[in-house]
């Protein structure tokens, strides 16, 4: 890929970075800073070099999500302001007086329709505002919008050094030092069907849990009562036959008689599978301490309804392993900030999707933009 760093001179030039600043918040308040943080190095870079940075990202899945607790945040690290609304006479005012080395905030992107569309000029209104831009924003990588994608076709396009990164710790992931597992949570088999099945022939393992588990039981004629299931049924998938597949032993139901730990094949119609049992954990444990490499991604229960228990015993383990691990997805990574185990991993990403999507197809079409020509 081409690098930010490879650009030469940039003291003076207008600079558009897309950073991953889509941050967890309760209320006005950063749940953890783990995406800032990571954000930090590229901006640090085009703070020294001198450039004038127009900072672009998103906030959450609502558009009126404001980016301003992200940017109070921001501010404690750099000499950055805030511009509010990116097509406003105040942040175009704004931007007339960065100086050299200083940065501007933009708003939640996603406030206007446009950046999702990839509007054609939604994106020349960004591209006006830049002379080269930066994509340090692999969380987003899955998404052609408007400041991942379209302005890497208007605009010299390079890496930051976070999406660098990125790419060439995931690429690790595809020729891995057996033992290999691979643990996969999470939901949707429908769009994950390919990469387990690309897995399958590249690890020794792999451990299938969350919502698509429930899937696998399904197919095997089990009860699934109340639980998440996908919209596709896998009777008859190859995969369900294959040796490699690890599947729970035991699991936490949710039902009229409340939470309990079942075999899968005792799970009744008025019941909800929420996570995997102690006896799962305990299996993968002897998985986990002879891997070599250990590749993850989604939690195992329905973390974010409480069911962490066994996503976070399973962290801790494969902390303590002698394995190259890379771990990602939101509420995975969220689990190992809880319990500060963030250096004990060989790499934790950003993303969730577009770490699956990276996986699974070796690139992205947005990565593909910042490739040199």
Do not use: C
């Not at 960065?98 to 940065?103: K, P, Q, R, S, W």
């Not at 290999?180 to 429908?190: D, I, N, T, V, W």
């Not at 799970?267 to 250990?294: C, N, Q, R, S």
């Amino acid at each position: 890929m081409k690098k930010i760093t490879d650009a030469g001179n940039l003291k003076g030039k207008y600079v558009l970075i897309r950073s991953s600043l889509n941050i967890p918040l309760e209320g006005n308040k950063i749940r953890n800073t783990f995406r800032l943080e990571r954000a930090l190095p590229t901006l640090r870079y085009l703070h020294e070099a001198g450039a004038r940075t127009i900072i672009l990202s998103h906030l959450g899945r609502k558009p009126e999500a404001s980016l301003s607790p992200v940017f109070t945040e921001l501010e404690k690290y750099l000499p950055v302001h805030w511009g509010g609304v990116v097509t406003g006479e105040e942040f175009m005012a704004r931007k007339n007086l960065l100086a050299d080395g200083e940065m501007l905030m933009a708003e939640n992107l996603r406030q206007d329709v446009r950046e999702t569309e990839n509007d054609t000029q939604f994106v020349e209104y960004l591209a006006s505002l830049g002379e080269l831009y930066v994509n340090d924003a692999f969380a987003a990588a899955h998404r052609e919008h408007a400041s991942t994608f379209g302005l890497a076709k208007k605009l010299p396009a390079y890496a930051g050094l976070t999406m660098e990164e990125e790419v060439t710790e995931l690429s690790k992931a595809f020729a891995p030092e057996h033992p290999s597992l691979f643990l996969l949570g999470g939901a949707k088999f429908e769009t994950k069907m390919p990469l387990v099945e690309k897995y399958l022939d590249v690890y020794d393992q792999v451990f299938i849990a969350g919502a698509l588990m429930n899937d696998v039981f399904k197919a095997r004629g089990y009860e699934v009562g109340q639980s998440l299931v996908s919209d596709i049924s896998l009777q008859g998938a190859p995969l369900l036959d294959n040796p490699k597949l690890i599947i729970p032993i035991d699991v936490i139901v949710d039902g009229p008689d409340g939470k309990m730990v079942k075999s899968p094949n005792q799970v009744l119609p008025e019941e909800k599978i929420m996570d995997v049992g102690p006896m799962t954990v305990a299996m993968l444990v002897t998985y986990i301490e002879k891997a070599k490499t250990i590749l993850w991604n989604g939690p195992f229960g329905a973390y974010e309804l409480g069911f962490s228990e066994s996503t976070q015993t399973t962290a801790r383990h494969v902390a303590k392993a002698d394995a190259f691990s890379v771990i990602g997805g939101g509420d995975t990574v969220a689990a190992i900030e809880k319990l500060e185990l963030n250096d004990q991993f060989g790499f934790v990403s950003i993303a969730g999707g577009a770490m699956l999507a990276f996986l699974e197809h070796g690139s992205t079409s947005v990565i593909d933009t910042l490739n040199e020509d």
